[in-house]
């Protein structure tokens, strides 16, 4: 598509490249502006502050007695839940696996609405990927659809345009902090890799996921895993 007008000043047409590389320019400072100005922190007259010590790990999901098996499997799990392979080499990345009465399953957390929700997260992940149906990234993180951010975009889970990465290496640890407005359900998952894989569906699809339950406030729960 042909135009003799010029588009604006510099440039005829946007099916050529910029000549003197302003609309580019124009546009990484006006993606700085915005990371800026947008609000990252919640209202910081939250009720109470609830605590998680989650994990990432790689491991065998099992789906039926049939044996029907994924053995590229990745999930998030309590720190609790999970043992060491080698009890000699402790729980480190690669080594760590469910204890035996655990099954793996997507993970869910409760709050109330009002509350902080602080995530204390380890990648566990094998610094070489187990699978080749796996993705090559073995960085994980935790990214919460929906929350609101605490003190930093570093609560995020993400790698996203010119923000710092929040992702974490095998090995490494991070904190999240979150804050619920309101009640509702909020997705969880790892934006360390959203494609790759058997299926192309990242880490999403060998089980990085779970969620987040916030409920009204006040109510009382037992169990803060369901």
């Known amino acids: 598509i042909a135009s003799a007008a010029p588009f604006i000043g510099w440039t005829h047409t946007l099916s050529q490249p910029d000549p003197y590389f302003?609309?580019?320019?124009?546009?990484?400072?006006?993606?700085f502006w915005q990371a800026k100005v947008t609000p990252t922190t919640a209202d910081?007259?939250?009720?109470?502050?609830?605590?998680?010590?989650v994990v990432a790990l790689d491991q065998v999901i099992t789906y039926n007695r049939l044996g029907a098996?994924?053995?590229?499997?990745?999930?998030?799990?309590?720190?609790?839940?999970?043992?060491?392979?080698?009890?000699?080499?402790?729980?480190?990345?690669?080594?760590?696996?469910?204890?035996a009465y655990k099954r793996p399953r997507p993970l869910v957390l409760r709050m109330n609405a009002g509350d902080c929700l602080q995530i204390s997260f380890q990648n566990l992940l094998d610094p070489t990927r187990v699978h080749e149906d796996q993705p090559i990234t073995r960085y994980a993180s935790i990214h919460a659809v929906g929350l609101q951010l605490v003190n930093s975009i570093a609560s995020d889970g993400s790698f996203v345009g010119v923000n710092a990465s929040s992702l974490?290496?095998?090995?490494?640890?991070?904190v999240y902090t979150l804050y619920a407005e309101?009640?509702?359900?909020?997705?969880?998952?790892?934006?360390?890799?959203?494609?790759?894989?058997?299926?192309?569906?990242?880490?999403?699809?060998?089980?990085?996921?779970?969620?987040?339950?916030?409920?009204?406030?006040?109510l009382q729960w037992y169990s803060f895993q369901l």
Request: proline share 5%.
């Open 69 to 99: 098996v994924n053995p590229a499997g990745m999930i998030y799990a309590l720190r609790r839940d999970v043992r060491a392979i080698d009890s000699a080499g402790g729980i480190t990345a690669g080594n760590v696996r469910l204890k």
């Open 168 to 174: 974490v290496a095998p090995g490494n640890s991070a």
């Open 182 to 218: 309101k009640e509702g359900n909020h997705l969880l998952y790892s934006t360390a890799a959203t494609t790759g894989g058997e299926g192309d569906g990242g880490q999403i699809s060998v089980g990085l996921l779970g969620s987040v339950h916030v409920e009204p406030e006040g």
């Open 44 to 53: 910081p007259n939250w009720e109470r502050t609830v605590k998680a010590d």
């Open 22 to 31: 302003v609309t580019p320019l124009l546009m990484a400072a006006s993606m």
